[in-house]
């Protein structure tokens, strides 16, 4: 199929496709969790949710696959470099308890997704240490396994957890999508300047395009 997209049309066959969904959690998205603690207003993110649900719910209606991430360190923390938790100097830091349990850590209400764009059985779900999804997780091996070439991405925050992500795919050898209106950052000039810096030069990482472009690819296929 081929969707509308910039630098220029993004062409991708289902069979070998993946949803990779970025972090939509509590901790990002609602107040009290890690983004909030970092001083961020997490209102600004909320408003992707709408066109994600439509993306993930088309995605799975055509039957592609879909991968889940979330930020999560082990509640002993193991997976957290002091270099990560000592960094700045956040309301709570990573492991603290907050208003929604330990902040970013595995298990605790805040390290959930949230209830709107929760995974199904079936759904791959991964737990990142880092910022980008194939940093120290099997990633890279489940997709091969799976056979996927083509990510198309939505999730938070653009970039940060967004563009590590779609920047280690690419050098991984995958054709990556982003779809504008469902990704979102607590800096609006951030995500305006990544959208255009990822595609910039030809597709350097690779395409952009708008939630309704893929939607009108995937109608034939549903
Ligand atoms: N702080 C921020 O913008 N983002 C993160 O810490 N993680 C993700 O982007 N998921």
């Not at 991968?67 to 923390?77: F, I, K, P, Q, S």
């Not at 300047?193 to 296929?221: C, D, F, R, Y």
């Amino acid at each position: 199929m081929q969707t509308a997209a910039q630098p220029f049309p993004y062409e991708c066959d289902l069979a070998h496709s993946a949803l990779v969904i970025i972090d939509m959690q509590r901790d990002f998205i609602e107040p009290g969790g890690f983004g909030e603690s970092l001083g961020n207003n997490v209102a600004l993110l909320e408003a992707i949710v709408p066109a994600c649900q439509a993306v993930l719910h088309a995605w799975r209606t055509a039957g592609g696959l879909v991968v889940h991430t979330r930020e999560a360190h082990a509640a002993d923390l193991s997976d957290c470099p002091p270099a990560k938790r000592l960094r700045g100097n956040p309301t709570w830091r990573i492991g603290d308890v907050g208003p929604m349990g330990r902040i970013l850590v595995a298990g605790e209400p805040g390290n959930q997704i949230i209830p709107a764009l929760a995974p199904i059985e079936g759904e791959i779900v991964i737990d990142k240490p880092g910022k980008g999804a194939f940093y120290a997780t099997g990633l890279h091996e489940t997709l091969q396994q799976a056979g996927i070439t083509h990510l198309v991405f939505m999730g938070v925050t653009t970039e940060v957890c967004v563009q590590t992500s779609m920047r280690e795919a690419n050098d991984r050898g995958y054709d990556c999508l982003l779809l504008e209106d469902c990704t979102e950052s607590y800096f609006p000039h951030f995500k305006a300047a990544t959208v255009e810096m990822l595609h910039a030069q030809g597709g350097i990482i690779g395409w952009t395009a708008t939630s309704g472009s893929l939607l009108a690819a995937l109608a034939p296929t549903r």
